[in-house]
């Protein structure tokens, strides 16, 4: 990584420390700090607001819960989901459905970095694995 | 044609029977898998966003089941060396964290097999009988778990077995430029190890394909292969994957030591490992130093070599014994990776394309070869003529580099020069036919008792083979005390001595007739 790039991440996550809000991501706030980004460029503005944008995406990420499904899925399992979710993490989830015929049957949960599989196409990899 | 039906069949019921085990043991259940994406994809290296919970050279899996190493752990993203075909890796495809680090099948189910850094079999057998693994990375053996080298490692190589020995534990080092004998020596080794209960692990790092199915026919043809395992990193191969396969073969290695069993390690050759580490490091953007290689570069040798080493009785009394080969250019010693190898290592057999032309094989320069630990673990029989031996060869060679201009010489030098000319064409060897040591014994007690210098200097190499052949006559009881002896009594010497007289009698001159005598006036 290049020092450009280096300090640019830097003043990124100080940007991103400033856009957080009892622990979750302020809307007003990023609105605040894309307003001082604007009338402040930085050196690499582009760099910097790009590393500031996977933060928040990545930060966001963690507050959705994001339901792949092959079948029909109604709102009250979405709701469940994002209860169990919510006390899981700690913190409040949302479950957003999306349709995936590829899984067969079943669903794939993602929160963030986390995959919670119970798919049958992803059963069926697991057995491929194991045979 | 009737049979057909009936294979077709049989294979079938094979494949649902696997099919139908694997179903049954098969427990579904909700997974919770790390992912993360890649971003971009380079020459054996991926870099990898998410995976916040990645630990240091811990494993990822890609799309198609390809392993990586993860490397480079920054908080933002994550540098991982592939250990595989990387081609329809793309940037956005998942990532997913495993949990373990690198590891490799080890056990007994390897004797004999030809296998990848991954433990993958390349002969063609099928998997390695074995559920035992390793991680490829290990601390090697504490200080208070190691015994000095005290016990010998026979080479076969009479020149290598008397003037710098090898001991069980030791790192000696093989080096020298492209084509001059380099593989042949560790191999002849191994070869030699035949019987003698030690295990032999070969592993070839960038190698040509061909070179290495040579070296797989010839211990296939000498019956080596039943105690050697074979790790191949191909030339064509990713990167990571040469990189791993020392650390690879050496955890197989361990596995034996560690089981109070004697291992000799082949690297051939660690420079290919120095050129994948340096083409990964760049790649990864790591700050390059001497030679573009990085800062590391003498770190991840000496972590390698440290494993070898002779464990106390109490720790199992197993050895590792590392003979890593180093290729130099242009005969430049000197260089940045051979000079850290030989810092690392307990010695060095370096060999000069000079005496390789010349066809004094093996091509070991005496003078720039030393073995630091070796003396001490070389058997008293050996002792009792190494000095003289190597004190002689050294006067040769001095007084050789002086006769070539032509200089008269007093009779004293002459005899020096006509005795190293003979201990030059006895420690001369054919490829893959190591000596037995009491042949080798045999040798060098005439050489150095002056048996020699009587025999034509056309003649020696017959001469030689025929007090070989004459080495197996001297009794088992000679032969058992050459082995366990403090100390090379004088019987045996005797013994030894007069066996040899009576072998090359027959390749002495004739004598002069005695002049006419003059008819008395």
Redesign the interface.
Known sequence: MSKQAKIAQQFARQLFKLSVADGAVSAERVGGVLAYVEKNRPANPVMVLRAYHRLVATELAKSVAVVEHAGVVDDALLATIAASMSKKYGRPVAASGRPNASLLAGLRVRVGDDVYESSVAGQLSALASAV | MSQAPGILEASYDRAFT??SQ??A??A?H???????FITGVSTGIATV?????LGFEELVRFPG?LLGIAFNV?E??VGVVLLGEYQDLHAGAEVERTGRVMDIVVGEGLLGRVIDPLGKPLDGRGKVASDRRLPVERPAPPIMDRVPVVVPLQTGLKVVDALIPVGRGQRELILGDRQTGKTAIAIDTILNQRGKDVVCVYCAIGQRAAAVAKVVANLSEKGAMAYTVVVVAEGNDAPGLAYIAPYAATSIAEYFMEAGRDVLVVYDDLTHHARAYRELSLLL?RPPGREAFPGDIFYIHSRLLERATHLRPESGGGSLTALPIIETEAQDISAYIPTNLISITDGQIYLSPTLFELGNLPAVDVGKSVSRVGGAAQRAAYRAVAGDLKLAYSQFEELEAFSKFGIRLDKASQQIIDHGKRIRACLKQSESQPVSMHEQIAVLLALTAGLFDRVPLEKVAAAEMALRKAASDIPAEVVERLTSADKLSDPDRKAILDAASRALAAFLPAPEPAPPAKPAK
């Open positions: 696997g099919l694997a179903r043991a098969f579904p909700l997974a919770l898998r790390e992912v993360g966003s998410g995976l916040p919970g089941g920054d933002e993203e953007r």
